[in-house]
């Protein structure tokens, strides 16, 4: 991934509303060739309605979209694009390969790329077989098929794991994480975190219509906090906030959370004890995603404001 190469998409200011629902509310994004990008988000966040957008399904109330340096729903971005929004619709009485067979036909696809699909899909053996025998992993693997019958450089993909049982899930994960690997650039949409994180190179998170932080899944990782226990608890906090900062230190449950590098574990250590603050436990760990997810969709309103 090359830091000049131009953005597949770019999103700014998106807003799109519904009577008096703001769905999206001043989204921007940017998803650069050969990521696998994560929009997550709760249900309701504005997920499906940002990608309906993207894929030129809806208009946006306002705000500038480029798809492939193009409009979307352009006939040149969309024959570079393949999605699945929601759940794919096919025919129950035909067989896979006759749904994409229909589809091929309708994009001018060759026929050996409908089998090219099939494989990557891992469908091959039930190719056959009426798409109403399939199971819901199956039926979602036949949308994937289908999106990527056109060799798309862009993937779309909104939710695709939703509704899969745990076996359904890895398959599909998997799949996408292939994918990626082969040059493809991927965006999808998951209410699930440890989804994201373990698909995703970058993640952006999505609540209440706004883009509330974007992330480095890698460097989300690495970032590491010390967990401390220590009464009097407010004493610790007040003492440690005096000395690190507001946005250093935050409460979680019954522990203080520090984001500070852990060769600082001494030096905090010291601090609370030179206060008289008896400290029980004081351990570095690494700050999960869900963390970070849970902090901005779940905090007060205002605080949420003054995140990223
Ligand atoms: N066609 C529509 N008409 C009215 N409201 C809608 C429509 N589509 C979505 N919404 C509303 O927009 C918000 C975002 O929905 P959606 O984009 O489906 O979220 P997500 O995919 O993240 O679950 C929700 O409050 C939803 O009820
Ligand atoms: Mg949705």
């Keep these: ?8 998409v770019e999103v700014t200011g998106l ?20 990521e696998v990008y994560g929009f ?3 249900n309701g966040a504005g997920k499906t309605t940002a990608l309906r957008i993207l894929t030129g399904l809806i208009a946006p109330t306002s705000g500038t979209v480029r798809v492939l340096g193009g409009a979307p729903g ?8 393949g999605s699945m929004i929601e ?26 790329r409908i089998h090219e699909v099939l494989a990557l899909v891992d469908l091959t053996d039930r190719a056959r ?16 098929a289908a999106a990527l019958l056109k060799d798309p450089e862009l993937v779309i993909l909104d939710e695709p794991t939703n509704g899969l049982d745990p076996a359904g899930m890895r398959d599909m994960r998997r799949l996408i994480r292939e994918l990626g690997a082969d040059g493809r650039t991927v965006l999808l949409s998951s209410h699930l975190l440890g989804e994201v994180q373990q698909i995703c190179d970058r993640v952006g998170i999505i609540s ?3 883009m509330v932080a974007e992330h480095n899944v890698e460097e989300l990782r690495g970032q590491q906090e010390l967990v401390i226990r220590a009464v009097p608890r407010e004493s610790a906090r007040s003492v440690l906030t005096e000395a690190l900062g507001a946005d250093t230190v935050h409460l979680y449950d019954d522990t203080l959370r520090v984001k500070v590098a852990p060769d600082r574990a001494a030096e905090v250590n010291r601090v609370l004890v030179e206060a008289g ?18 902090e901005l969709t779940t905090t007060h309103p205002e605080e949420k404001a003054d995140v990223g």
């Design 277 to 294: 603050i008896a400290v029980s436990e004081l351990r570095s760990t690494e700050r999960a995603l869900e963390d970070v997810f849970f």
């Design 74 to 81: 352009q006939a040149q971005v969309l024959a570079r694009t």
């Design 15 to 34: 807003t799109k509303r519904y009577g008096d629902t703001l769905a999206v509310d001043g989204v921007d994004l940017t998803v650069l060739p050969g």
């Design 129 to 144: 077989d009426r798409f109403s025998t399939y199971s819901l992993g199956m039926k979602q693997r036949l949308g994937v």
């Design 40 to 42: 997550l988000g709760p």
């Design 1 to 8: 991934m090359s830091e000049t190469a131009a953005p597949l």
């Design 208 to 210: 209440q219509g706004k």
């Design 87 to 112: 759940s794919p619709a096919f025919y129950p009485y035909l067989s896979g390969l006759d749904n994409l067979r229909l589809l091929a036909e309708y994009a001018e696809v060759p026929r050996a």
